[in-house]
């Protein structure tokens, strides 16, 4: 079965220093992965993705992941962390059932960033 | 150009009450998916609609059900309303076959049960 384990609840960094949220995933086929960020009482913006292209994915706000096949890993990072990326991130895999898709979230990472 | 625009954004209602929440897609999108986001939790699929149809359903009961409409709006119902009903819905919309390139979130409905 598809999944997504998402290996902290919580990270704290110090603002302008970098950013690492890790991810794992379990596919048996080559997966379509997202990572997803939530503000506080705000919905769901898309973050970037990886659809089977580049392994390198660059995405909004400075952000880029790794598809690490090897590794099942497909973790989020950020050169240097600014007080605004303060939010909740999903990384998500979006899995083929009955033509059509869907998506199984990761319970999330608390992204805190200190002055 | 309107994103997923979600209505109410927030409702108070007692156990055992209904409630229908709505949703209009993005623009260009005919594929609605409703998701249940408990507090400190990760969203979680409750179903999917297209050509006004349920295509997808998660593990929920069936006090839970949907509708889409021909201009691909849709709602969620939600019959005898417990407790453990609070948190805040989710729809997001997407076109079938662009599926798997991102769906648009709403900002939620926060539903609280008391």
């Known amino acids: 079965a598809q999944s997504v384990t998402q290996l902290d609840s919580h990270v704290s960094v110090s603002e302008g220093t970098p950013v690492l949220l890790r991810c794992n995933y379990s596919s048996s086929y080559s997966p379509s992965l997202f990572w997803y960020v939530q503000h506080p009482n705000k919905g769901l913006q898309l973050l970037l993705k990886y659809t089977s292209a580049a392994t390198l994915v660059k995405g909004i706000n400075g952000f880029e992941a790794e598809f690490k096949k090897s590794e099942t890993s497909f973790h989020l990072t950020k050169p240097s962390a600014h007080m605004s990326d303060a939010a909740e991130y999903f990384c998500?895999?979006?899995?083929?059932?009955?033509?059509?898709?869907?998506?199984?979230f990761g319970t999330g990472t608390r992204l805190k960033v200190l002055a | 150009d309107a994103g997923v625009t979600q209505s109410p954004t927030h409702l108070i209602k007692t156990r055992g009450q209904q409630v229908t929440l709505r949703c209009s897609p993005k623009s260009g999108h005919d594929t609605v998916s409703w998701y249940q986001q408990a507090l400190g939790q990760g969203p979680q699929f409750i179903f999917q609609?297209?050509?006004?149809?349920?295509?997808q359903r998660g593990n929920f009961p069936d006090r839970f059900s949907g509708h889409q409409f021909p201009n691909y709006s849709s709602e969620l119902n939600v019959n005898a309303l417990l407790l453990g009903d609070s948190a805040l819905y989710l729809c997001a919309s997407t076109h079938p076959r662009r599926a798997n390139y991102g769906y648009t979130f709403g900002s939620g409905t926060r539903l609280t049960v008391v």
């Open positions: 998500v895999v979006s899995i083929l059932t009955s033509g059509t898709y869907k998506y199984i």
């Open positions: 609609y297209y050509e006004e149809e349920e295509r």
